[in-house]
């Protein structure tokens, strides 16, 4: 995949794809995919910033199938009112791109729900989403769902004893637990598909680093993060770039079902797609199960109506 570019994605006319995200990664996707003539929905919490980046596709792309969605990933209920809208609005679903997030609020936050809000909105909810959009992601000739990681999830540990960092709460550790999660979840849902004949393809990605808002946002153009991305910004690669690893995970024929990709530069840190190392954690079946396990109970059981095949 010398320097695999937007130039060699497929056609996507015909697909209907979700991505989760109004700017940085999730814009970017969205953009490529609007190009290549998809229904696109971008889905996120802000209704302004979503009608901006539709109307900013729509300006470069004047014939674009795009639309907003609102969905707050700190809700689940939010979450559930969305594939409720989807269900009766769309017949099928072609591609899902989980790739919203937050990262690093200096002092632990909580979700609607109660749950440590790194965890929540970059993992829990794109879980619960997958699982209640299943329905709809088979009845698509080929679906595929992608899951975005990070280069931080090579530092993260799933730990049970303190899943929601009440007792230990550190920015960066629960950053790393949730993408670490993302990863496992991606991989977990290809041997789930496998197992239970959903017929959906599962594939992780990672953006390395990128000129995007997530430092910014989150724990603020004044903290030591955000003055790094500040004064070292020509380190980060665009969001354009990013979005190449996750884009080929998304359309491209011969992307691997179960695989990880991410930029081939040094360190992952940026370039085109590669397929990208894993993190041995990432690679345990047991904590991997027991993570599912989990995920169910935390979102009401989401996947367990589909675990007969052909359900």
């Known amino acids: ?23 940085g990664i999730g ?15 971008i889905a996120g919490r ?38 409720q809208r989807l269900q009766r609005e769309q017949e099928r679903v072609d591609l899902l791109i989980n790739n919203a997030a937050i990262m690093n609020p200096p002092t632990r936050m909580q979700s609607q729900d109660g749950l440590e809000l790194q965890f929540a909105t970059n993992y829990l ?11 709809l992601l088979r009845k698509a000739e080929a679906p595929r769902v992608v899951t975005v990681s990070s280069i931080a999830s090579r ?9 929601q960092s009440k007792v230990d ?28 004949g959903w017929g959906i393809t599962s ?6 680093v990128c000129r995007t808002e997530l430092l910014h ?24 770039q990013g979005a190449l690893p996750v884009l080929y995970a998304a359309t491209a024929s011969n992307g691997r079902p179960g695989g990880y990709y991410g930029p081939g530069g040094i360190a992952e840190l940026n370039g085109y797609p590669v397929l990208a190392k894993i993190p041995p954690d990432a690679l345990n079946g047991i904590v991997a199960a027991k993570l599912w396990e989990e995920s169910e109970r935390l979102t009401g059981g989401v996947f367990a109506a589909q675990m007969m095949p052909n359900a």
């Open 27 to 41: 814009y970017e996707c969205a953009l490529a995919l609007a190009k290549e003539k998809a229904q696109v929905i």
């Open 155 to 163: 530092q993260g540990k799933i730990d049970f004893g303190d899943l």
């Open 203 to 208: 594939i992780g990605a990672h953006p390395g």
């Open 169 to 196: 709460y550190v920015p960066m550790k629960a950053y790393s637990q949730s993408k670490l999660a993302c990863l496992m979840f991606a991989l977990e849902l290809e041997r789930k598909s496998n197992e239970h």
């Open 46 to 83: 802000n209704s302004k910033k979503g009608a901006e980046a539709v109307a900013k596709i729509k300006t470069e792309v004047p014939h674009a199938d795009v639309s907003f969605e609102i969905i707050d990933l700190a809700d689940l209920q939010s979450v559930k009112h969305f594939a």
């Open 125 to 135: 909810s794109h879980f619960a989403l997958t699982g209640l959009l299943l329905p």
């Open 1 to 23: 995949m010398a320097q695999w570019t937007i130039s060699a994605m497929p056609s996507q006319k015909g697909k209907t794809a979700i991505v989760t995200g109004t700017g």
């Open 217 to 240: 946002n989150a724990p603020g153009k004044l903290s030591p993060q955000g003055i790094f991305r500040s004064l070292f910004w020509f380190m980060f690669q665009p969001a354009a």
